[in-house]
């Protein structure tokens, strides 16, 4: 089957876990487009230089939503049977996912667990074969079920059992929970139970996960790749397994995902259909205490190459501490912090100040000329009176990478936005500008793709 020289993979250390991720490739019919994309897809994780001690796949392998029981079995057989045919899965488990295109009616939810019984029955009791949990050493992956009736349909999911479970093993080194439908919006695809989960339940959801101590929430349902991070718990979308023509072709891709996760933590690289890396991520950072930071100067930073935000060989991660008073405004105009000019007399490539009557903490992005820019958004800052915040670019995760935090004590977190891109795509600015009143020191970190796959 592989059709690629062999694919450099990311290594675990002694007694870590090495993995693939994908999902949605809505296949299980002959002859289409799904089929295709979903054999490319395959032949990637057959030209590993390394196989996966297992694959975890979170939803929508076949296009079902059919009421023929017959035609949703004879699908999940050309699944199994054909298309994963190359796969020893006895060596290579794959652990699955409920999805909205596989379980979305009593008769669906039925066929799945038939076709899953080799799944544990480890679940809820009313939802056995739909969510379940296994160990591996001191890795803790659980598979929630968001489509179940029982919680309100797709966009929901339950909590109680997802507590117990985190509670009962608490002593995992490593936890991971998957499901289908994200609990953040990604590309701006917003949609209580649609798109997303149902916003109370999925921040009950994610609270559950942040107590615990969750690395990451791995989900798929949007066609894309997505990397950000709430509390300091990763949410990683990937749904690139073959609906290719319902991507926005300028921002996604088909892909897969392999990833390492060791006592150094997560590193993955994404991997589009020619075997090229187009993301990657070392989760979580270690950076220095901010107190070590350099006050930030203009004319040093000019000194940095105007691609280094934009190279994939070696990205770079800019953090900054601010500190001082933001000026109150009675009509919420905004109030800058920091601006990277562009070129002639085009918008600014970079913006961060607060902006509206909550005085929110506002990023703009403006990498074409005569284009609006994109805006993301963090928590309200203190008007009138002082604060202390720290904020980060890194040109790696893509709309997740901008992130913000209120001292080294607690967790990042991305702010909120509606793109499908983020740092990558704006140039390193030589004219750097700063608000009045505001003392910012900085530090600036490169990890770089060779290390990871060394």
Same mark, same amino acid.
């Given at each position: 089957?592989?059709?690629?020289?062999?694919?450099?993979?990311?290594?675990?250390?002694?007694?870590?876990?090495?993995?693939?991720?994908?999902?949605?490739?809505?296949?299980?019919?002959?002859?289409?487009?799904?089929?295709? %994309?979903?054999?490319?897809?395959?032949?990637?994780?057959?030209?590993?230089?390394?196989?996966?001690?297992?694959?975890?796949?979170?939803?929508?392998?076949?296009?079902?939503?059919?009421?023929?029981?017959?035609?949703?079995?004879?699908?999940?057989?050309?699944?199994?049977?054909?298309?994963?045919?190359?796969?020893?899965?006895?060596?290579?488990?794959?652990?699955?996912?409920?999805?909205?295109?596989?379980?979305?009616?009593?008769?669906?939810?039925?066929?799945?667990?038939?076709?899953?019984?080799?799944?544990?029955?480890?679940?809820?009791?009313?939802?056995?074969?739909?969510?379940?949990?296994?160990?591996?050493?001191?890795?803790?992956?659980?598979?929630?079920?968001?489509?179940?009736?029982?919680?309100?349909?797709?966009?929901?999911?339950?909590?109680?059992?997802?507590?117990?479970?985190?509670?009962?093993?608490?002593?995992?080194?490593?936890?991971?929970?998957?499901?289908?439908?994200?609990?953040?919006?990604?590309?701006?695809?917003?949609?209580?139970?649609?798109? %997303?989960?149902?916003?109370?339940?999925?921040?009950?959801?994610?609270?559950?996960?942040?107590?615990?101590?969750?690395?990451?929430?791995?989900?798929?349902?949007?066609?894309?790749?997505?990397?950000?991070?709430?509390?300091?718990?990763?949410?990683?979308?990937?749904?690139?397994?073959?609906?290719?023509?319902?991507?926005?072709?300028?921002?996604?891709?088909?892909?897969?995902?392999?990833?390492?996760?060791?006592?150094?933590?997560?590193?993955?690289?994404?991997?589009?259909?020619?075997?090229?890396?187009?993301?990657?991520?070392?989760?979580?950072?270690?950076? /220095?205490?901010?107190?070590?930071?350099? /006050?930030?100067?203009?004319?040093?930073?000019?000194?940095?190459?105007?691609?280094?935000?934009?190279?994939?060989?070696?990205?770079?991660?800019?953090?900054?501490?601010?500190?001082?008073?933001?000026?109150?405004?009675?009509?919420?105009?905004?109030?800058?912090?920091?601006?990277?000019?562009?070129?002639?007399?085009?918008?600014?490539?970079?913006?961060?100040?607060?902006?509206?009557?909550?005085?929110?903490?506002?990023?703009?992005?403006?990498?074409?000329? %005569?284009?609006?820019?994109?805006?993301?958004?963090?928590?309200?800052?203190?008007?009138?009176?002082?604060?202390?915040?720290?904020?980060?670019?890194?040109?790696?995760?893509? /709309?997740?990478?901008?992130?913000?935090?209120?001292?080294?004590?607690?967790?990042?977190?991305?702010?909120?936005?509606?793109?499908?891109?983020?740092?990558?795509?704006?140039?390193?600015?030589?004219?750097?500008?700063?608000?009045?009143?505001?003392?910012?020191?900085?530090?600036?970190?490169?990890?770089?793709?060779?290390?990871?796959?060394?």
């Amino acid at each position: 089957m592989p059709e690629h020289s062999s694919i450099p993979t990311i290594k675990a250390g002694d007694g870590g876990h090495h993995f693939v991720i994908y999902s949605d490739s809505c296949s299980g019919l002959p002859g289409t487009v799904h089929e295709e %994309n979903f054999r490319r897809m395959n032949a990637l994780i057959a030209a590993l230089d390394q196989a996966p001690q297992f694959i975890c796949f979170p939803g929508d392998e076949i296009m079902g939503l059919t009421t023929d029981r017959e035609r949703l079995r004879r699908q999940w057989a050309y699944f199994f049977e054909r298309e994963l045919s190359w796969l020893d899965r006895a060596a290579v488990p794959v652990y699955h996912g409920s999805g909205n295109h596989t379980v979305y009616d009593r008769t669906s939810e039925t066929i799945f667990r038939e076709t899953m019984a080799h799944h544990p029955e480890n679940g809820p009791p009313d939802q056995r074969g739909l969510s379940y949990f296994l160990r591996r050493g001191d890795l803790l992956m659980i598979f929630v079920n968001t489509l179940w009736s029982g919680t309100g349909g797709e966009g929901t999911v339950e909590t109680e059992w997802l507590e117990a479970t985190l509670t009962q093993h608490a002593d995992a080194g490593h936890k991971l929970v998957f499901g289908h439908h994200p609990v953040w919006t990604v590309n701006g695809y917003a949609g209580d139970y649609q798109r %997303n989960l149902e916003r109370d339940n999925g921040r009950r959801f994610w609270d559950a996960l942040t107590r615990h101590g969750a690395l990451a929430y791995v989900c798929s349902h949007i066609l894309a790749f997505d990397a950000q991070v709430h509390g300091g718990v990763l949410q990683i979308c990937s749904a690139g397994a073959g609906t290719a023509h319902r991507m926005p072709p300028e921002d996604e891709y088909l892909h897969i995902v392999q990833a390492a996760l060791d006592d150094d933590g997560l590193r993955y690289q994404v991997l589009d259909r020619a075997g090229q890396v187009r993301e990657w991520l070392r989760w979580p950072w270690t950076t /220095p205490a901010s107190e070590s930071w350099a /006050p930030f100067c203009p004319a040093a930073a000019r000194s940095l190459p105007a691609d280094c935000l934009g190279r994939l060989d070696k990205v770079q991660l800019v953090l900054w501490q601010i500190s001082g008073e933001l000026p109150a405004t009675p009509d919420g105009a905004g109030r800058m912090i920091l601006r990277a000019d562009a070129e002639d007399d085009a918008l600014p490539w970079f913006w961060l100040g607060a902006s509206g009557v909550d005085n929110r903490l506002t990023a703009l992005l403006s990498p074409r000329a %005569n284009r609006s820019p994109h805006r993301w958004t963090g928590p309200p800052l203190p008007q009138g009176r002082s604060f202390s915040i720290q904020f980060a670019l890194h040109s790696g995760m893509g /709309p997740g990478g901008l992130l913000w935090r209120w001292s080294d004590e607690e967790a990042w977190s991305s702010l909120i936005g509606a793109s499908a891109w983020g740092a990558e795509r704006i140039p390193w600015s030589h004219s750097w500008r700063l608000g009045e009143n505001l003392r910012l020191r900085w530090r600036r970190l490169s990890f770089e793709l060779c290390d990871l796959l060394n």
